[in-house]
């Protein structure tokens, strides 16, 4: 399966907030949808739930128009919530059976789940009385129950303890490699590098940045080198740089042990080893630039 | 259908396991059912008035007057016109009257409340009553008058030479009527009818308040984004409506059911006391039961339409304040018309949707109203609460992802158009 989402744009009152957002996802490939707080990444889910209509664009499921009504979408909000007075068990099977499946099933499924989560023995509890973490494995649990095709999870580390998170991890990994379309939004860059092969970062309703990860963090690297001396300091030897390497390269930025430079117009790594020796320099590092995908994101969209 | 009922039993569990729910119902059920058994345990027969030896009102009024003490009043009778007490002891059976030779005296005693009124009398036509704190049905100044107008008539006689029992027997003389209501004898459904008005009000307002709240809650606790994307959101307020108003229909109708069974149960024993609320004919129930589920749906999906407006449970009465008001007119102007059934006005309502659900329901009950007339306003009360519901259902799906400030219902209808 591939979903696809083509030019998407949205006005609320008479204000655009989507300008064109395309991407598309595969099953068992997990889409990473970055963008800062307010960029449009949940508008863009609603659209694809059929919660908002879009003013303009497309959603395509391998080639045709995708009507969400027709598969089994498991969806996890980042505004959590559901029955605070009702038990565990009785809101997951009403979850369920909204999603057309049959009771006994749903029952089922529901107790597979909060088992895999960890969370069984609050299955005749009342909602209200779990732990916050407990409620969220609750949540997540519910969307899980209608057997998904297509999982979106918006933040769903948030609030979870480092064991809950690896148990988390482990589900979120098993929905992919069953084949699964996930979309995944999160603000912690590092969660969406474990899992994510393609990446759409949103900027204020636009898409700055889509493709594949390590497609990205490659065509990032190229032409960008770290450099480290033995002698200096990482501030002087930025500063020796500018003043006495400018010819071959620029410096685009320092992390905390080695200044990262970019290879001026034309000019080769070989010209740049070249010029490094010949000026005799104690050099400690030599090496591609591998960005994280929280430098690239702050790059993009920061201000 | 399915999906529906889903719904619909999901929320339904909400109310029947609800505790305070089932035991409120339960608890006034019994308390009314064992109310309604009383006399058949306790002789009753004196506050009822139904005892064989005092079977007239008057006595019992009477019988509960001997046990206060006698009351005092201040005359002022210059003119010695009740030098014989004979006339005033027929109309005041229980009173004392003091003698006063001053005006400034009786103030005083009435200050002190050593006599509750004073009568001054002028002439023979003239009399000034004094009273210090003048009450809400203070009528004894007219009993006074009668006692001034006889005493008046008598010293006419007495001038003319005329025999005063002989022309007060001619000129007062008794005329006797017997009454055939051949329509509807309005003061027989006058009681019930005004408190099945009262009811059905009181459902709505109660009801209704809970049926919107319960429709902001999922706003409220946020469990609106996984619903909204699960399923259709008309099946979620149709849901959510209709369960609220068989919850509400359930209640009402086993503690109204209760009273008017046990009543009829023990209809001997309470003497026909309360004929006049507790013993309504079934067509007038049955009109009752029609006009007042269609009117209560009717505000349940405003209601309901209304709550989706607000993020927040604490809004609800916020928003629903308009509505409040709303039901609130047509309860007063069918309250106030309820003497005047036939009236332009009651006509008027019993074909609105708003007020059709009280005012056609009296009219049926009191007034004269033709079947096709039932029909229509029936019908204009079904097609706007299916309009209405529809309504409700776009205003929640547009409401239900607004959160913040409440919409108003302009707005909403705005963003209804747009969208």
């Not at chain 1, 057309?100 to 069984?120: D, F, G, H, M």
């Not at chain 2, 002028?122 to 006074?144: C, I, K, P, Q």
């Not at chain 2, 024993?269 to 309360?274: D, E, K, S, T």
Request: proline fraction near 2%; include cysteine.
């Amino acid at each position: 399966m591939k979903l696809e989402v083509k030019n998407l744009k949205k006005s609320f009152s008479g204000k655009e907030v989507l300008h064109g957002i395309s991407f598309s996802v595969e099953s068992g490939r997990a889409l990473g949808l970055l963008g800062r707080n307010g960029a449009g990444k949940t508008t863009t889910i609603r659209i694809l739930m059929d919660v908002f209509r879009a003013n303009e664009g497309e959603i395509l499921m391998d080639g045709k128009t995708f009507v969400p009504g027709k598969y089994q979408i498991g969806y996890l909000p980042e505004e959590r919530g559901l029955y605070p007075k009702r038990k565990v068990i009785e809101q997951m099977v009403y979850l369920a059976m909204l999603r057309n499946v049959p009771k006994k099933k749903a029952i089922a499924n529901a107790k597979k789940w909060l088992e895999r989560l960890e969370v069984a023995q609050y299955e005749n509890k009342l909602l209200e009385t779990l732990s916050k973490g407990n409620q969220q494995k609750v949540q997540l649990a519910s969307i899980l129950v209608c057997d998904p095709e297509i999982v979106i999870l918006d933040e769903p580390f948030s609030g979870l303890d480092p064991v809950n998170s690896q148990i988390l991890q482990e589900v979120v990994q098993e929905l992919i490699e069953q084949g699964k379309i996930v979309i995944f939004s999160s603000h912690q860059m590092s969660y969406v590098e474990q899992f994510c092969e393609d990446i759409v970062i949103i900027n204020q309703g636009e898409v700055v940045l889509e493709g594949n990860l390590d497609e990205i963090k490659r065509s990032y690297g190229k032409n960008r080198l770290v450099l480290k001396d033995t002698e200096r300091t990482v501030e002087e030897f930025s500063e020796y740089c500018k003043q006495q390497l400018s010819d071959v390269l620029t410096v685009n930025g320092q992390t905390k042990e080695a200044v990262i430079v970019k290879l001026a117009e034309g000019k080769t790594r070989r010209e740049l080893l070249e010029k490094i020796l010949a000026k005799n320099i104690e050099i400690e590092q030599f090496d591609t630039y591998k960005p994280s995908l929280n430098d690239i994101f702050v790059e993009r969209v920061g201000d | 259908m399915r999906r529906f009922s889903t719904v619909f039993q999901f929320e339904l569990r909400n109310y029947v396991k609800n505790k305070s729910f089932v035991i409120s119902t339960i608890l006034i059920a019994l308390i009314i059912g064992v109310v309604m058994f009383v006399p058949n345990v306790i002789d009753m027969s004196d506050t009822l008035g139904t005892s064989i030896e005092q079977t007239k009102e008057e006595d019992k009024e009477d019988a509960e007057d001997e046990e206060e003490e006698k009351s005092r009043y201040g005359l002022l009778d210059s003119n010695g016109y009740f030098a014989d007490r004979s006339l005033l002891e027929s109309y005041y059976e229980d009173v004392e009257f003091v003698n006063y030779s001053d005006e400034k005296s009786m103030k005083e005693d009435l200050e002190k409340e050593k006599i509750e009124a004073g009568y001054v009398v002028e002439d023979d036509s003239h009399f000034r009553y004094l009273v210090w704190n003048n009450h809400m049905f203070g009528g004894d100044a007219t009993v006074f008058q009668q006692v001034m107008t006889v005493l008046h008539k008598q010293i006419y006689c007495q001038e003319k030479n005329l025999d005063f029992q002989e022309i007060s027997a001619n000129y007062d003389a008794p005329v006797e009527y017997e009454q055939e209501v051949l329509g509807k004898d309005a003061s027989d459904n006058y009681w019930y009818s005004y408190a099945l008005v009262i009811v059905i009000f009181m459902i709505i307002v109660m009801y209704c308040v809970m049926i919107a709240t319960s429709v902001a809650s999922e706003k409220s606790n946020r469990a609106i984004e996984v619903l909204v994307t699960s399923i259709d959101s008309k099946y979620l307020l149709f849901g959510k409506v209709l369960s609220g108003a068989v919850a509400a229909f359930l209640q009402v109708g086993i503690i109204l059911a209760t009273a008017l069974v046990c009543y009829q149960i023990n209809r001997d024993a309470w003497g026909g006391a309360l004929d006049s609320v507790l013993n309504i004919p079934t067509n007038v129930l049955w009109a009752f039961a029609m006009f007042g589920i269609g009117g209560f749906l009717f505000y349940a999906f405003l209601y309901g339409a209304l709550g989706a407006l607000v993020s927040k449970t604490e809004d609800v009465n916020k928003s629903t304040g308009s509505m409040q008001m709303i039901v609130m007119l047509v309860y007063f102007v069918v309250l106030f018309q309820l003497d005047n059934v036939d009236g332009i006005l009651i006509k008027v309502c019993s074909f609105l949707p708003i007020s059709s659900y009280s005012a056609m329901f009296v009219r049926i009950a009191m007034g004269n109203v033709e079947v096709w007339e039932i029909a229509v306003s029936f019908a204009i009360l079904v097609i706007s609460t299916i309009g209405v519901g529809c309504l409700a259902a776009k205003i929640y799906r547009m409401g239900t992802l607004r959160y913040g400030n409440p919409i108003s219902i302009k707005n909403a209808l705005k963003n209804l158009k747009n969208d």
